[in-house]
């Protein structure tokens, strides 16, 4: 397979030929395949844990996840950071505060997060399941503008069109529809990226909502209350931890947004239906 460079110079697909069949029909296609590296997470020359992500936005991806994480409690604490790529994999080399480090030194992540694990090398149950700080009010979305929304995201999925391997996220301003789309092998790797990017713009998380091309886990509702997000639609299932959580940190929670389908699971007054806007 031929390797080609996303724009931070690193691989985010590979395209080969393969065997294709389609019933009988055997032909030779020609294919994209998403990448999955190992990405280690380093905080003031100290490993922290080993994500495997896919190497794009990775600074993005570097702040979200130590925002949601909580190693961080604002941007301007990520003091440096520096994408270095080895011969098996990436490092983010990030500085942080010492008080924040000698606090992230003893939580023992030292594990390597899988693609599909939402614990990131957690050693213990309160790592694993934190429970959020209550989100804010937020706006009222409408229906049609949610159903929209995962038209227009889908579209701006360029890795996914490309593989069809990939998860999202998305960030859908009440104004101008889909203004930030992130994506990765990992569903909670592309929200940390999405969080990240939207936390150096200076974003703010009541106004708007969060769209993802996967199930509702527990950690994507967890990451997104953690930075005040207050509306998560997914297009898959939730869990019933993650309608536990939502429900107890006051997060509008929606599954199965296809189409014009969906289910709201928790606090459904954020989310305004035609009957509702017409009376």
Not at 87 to 100: F, Q
Not at 175 to 196: C, F, M, P, S, Y
Not at 223 to 248: F, H, N
Request: hydrophobic share 40%; net charge negative; aromatic share 6%.
């Amino acid at each position: 397979m031929d390797a080609v460079s996303s724009e931070l110079g690193w691989t985010s697909y590979r395209t080969g030929t393969f065997d294709s069949w389609r019933g009988p029909v055997h032909t030779a296609k020609e294919d994209y395949v998403a990448e999955e590296v190992p990405v280690v997470l380093v905080y003031n020359t100290i490993p922290h844990v080993v994500m495997l992500t896919t190497p794009l936005n990775l600074e993005d991806f570097a702040l979200g996840f130590s925002l949601t994480e909580e190693i961080i409690g604002h941007t301007s604490e990520l003091q440096s950071v520096r994408v270095v790529q080895r011969s098996k994999g990436v490092e983010v080399r990030m500085t942080i505060p010492e008080a924040r480090f000698e606090k992230l030194h003893g939580k023992g992540k030292n594990m390597t997060g899988r693609t599909g694990c939402g614990l990131c090398g957690a050693t213990t149950l309160e790592q694993a399941i934190r429970h959020p700080h209550h989100v804010g009010h937020g706006l009222a979305l409408s229906a049609n503008l949610l159903s929209s929304g995962f038209v227009d995201m889908a579209q701006k999925q360029s890795l996914n069109l490309l593989t069809g391997a990939v998860h999202a996220a998305a960030w859908l301003h009440p104004e101008q529809g889909i203004v930030t789309v992130r994506e990765d092998v990992g569903r909670h790797n592309a929200l940390d990226k999405l969080i990240g990017s939207l936390a150096k713009a200076n974003c703010d998380f009541e106004n708007g909502w969060l769209l993802v091309t996967s199930r509702a886990s527990y950690e994507m509702v967890q990451k997104a209350a953690s930075v005040g997000i207050t509306l998560l639609a997914a297009i898959s299932a939730p869990t019933a931890l993650a309608i536990q959580l939502a429900d107890e940190c006051g997060l509008t929670l929606v599954g199965f947004a296809r189409h014009e389908n969906h289910m709201i699971y928790t606090h459904p007054h954020r989310l305004q239906h035609y009957q509702e806007s017409a009376a």
